[in-house]
């Protein structure tokens, strides 16, 4: 059965950085458009950024912060974390899906595969 598992989530200062990974098992990463999403307290989940071979997408709230990275070898996603900003504070998921094309990566519906979250927290 395929699975993703978040890890790296914890507390970090305003202008910090932090690197989550996502462990992929039951199904390659090569294969499935990887995305990452986040949940504030209050709010709905939002698109972070998404990966798919050579194509990326981010977010603007979070574009030239944060860079999506890849280990095919280990079937990981990592998502680096960079200048953090209180308002990054939120559980961040890690999702899979297949065939979504580039103008859809921010489309959580189309990813039929999620982790359990870990959470994020960014405060002096």
């Known amino acids: 059965q395929a699975q993703l598992v978040e890890s790296g989530g914890g507390l970090a200062q305003p202008g910090g950085s932090l690197r989550l990974s996502c462990a992929a098992s039951?199904?390659?990463?090569?294969?499935?458009?990887m995305g990452w999403f986040r949940q504030a307290p209050g709010k709905e989940r939002e698109f972070v950024g998404g990966w798919r071979g050579g194509s990326k997408r981010y977010d603007d709230a979070v574009k030239g912060r944060f860079t999506i990275s890849t280990d095919s070898a280990k079937n990981t996603v990592y998502l680096q974390m960079g200048d953090l900003k209180p308002e990054d504070t939120a559980v961040y998921y890690c999702?899979?899906?297949?065939?979504?094309?580039?103008?859809?990566?921010?489309?959580?519906?189309?990813?039929?595969?999620w982790g359990q979250g870990t959470q994020v927290t960014v405060s002096s």
């Open positions: 039951g199904r390659s990463i090569r294969n499935y458009v």
């Open positions: 999702a899979s899906g297949y065939g979504i094309i580039w103008s859809e990566f921010h489309n959580e519906r189309r990813y039929d595969l």
